[in-house]
């Protein structure tokens, strides 16, 4: 193999977890206290603590930057249009991914934050239809992505109607 052929796919994936760690961390600065907000809000039973959602998204975002990376790889096969609509989709899905954060813990805004996340899930699934496209492994990548956000769309919903005073 040649130094272009092994650097492009390299340059790729760092492209992709650069993305995917950027819009992570553009998140991450609207929930710095959030642990603390968290604590403040009632929640449904079935409400995990405040602890599981950092290792639970550390996973979720390599997964999902694995999965452009993957569907990247697979450009070469199809055409050109199926992986411009896959790069689309997963950096609006992104962009939806962080804008949530924001909604919910900076800017309180509890029925927004859940007309977002369901936004936001339907961006995934697209993202994740057209992987599949590509190729099935980036496809399958993106499916616990898509359930922790079912789960987080219905504690979203739960939490906002539990405090409209804080929400």
């Known amino acids: 193999m040649s130094t272009v052929s092994i650097l492009r796919p390299t ?5 992709c977890l650069g993305a995917t760690f950027a819009a992570a961390a553009i998140g991450g600065l ?3 206290r959030s642990a603390s907000f968290y604590s403040e809000l009632a929640r449904p039973a079935w409400a995990p603590p405040a602890g599981v959602f950092g290792p ?9 930057a694995f999965a452009a990376w993957f569907a990247w790889l697979a450009r070469l096969r199809h055409g050109r249009g199926d992986a411009r609509l896959a790069a689309a989709l997963f950096l609006a899905q992104l962009v939806a991914n962080a804008l949530w954060t924001w ?3 900076a800017w309180r805004l509890g029925l927004w934050a859940f007309v977002e996340i369901l936004v ?4 995934i699934a697209a993202t994740a239809f057209v992987f599949w496209r590509l190729r099935r492994l980036a496809g399958l990548l993106l499916l616990p992505y898509l359930a922790w956000v079912s789960f987080a769309a219905a504690l979203t919903f739960a939490i906002w109607r539990l405090n409209p005073h804080l929400l």
Do not use: D, N, P, Q
């Open 120 to 123: 936001l899930w339907g961006l």
């Open 30 to 32: 609207a929930s710095v």
């Open 11 to 15: 340059l790729a994936l760092a492209a």
């Open 56 to 64: 639970v998204w550390i996973v979720l975002y390599l997964t999902m």
């Open 103 to 105: 909604l919910f813990f």
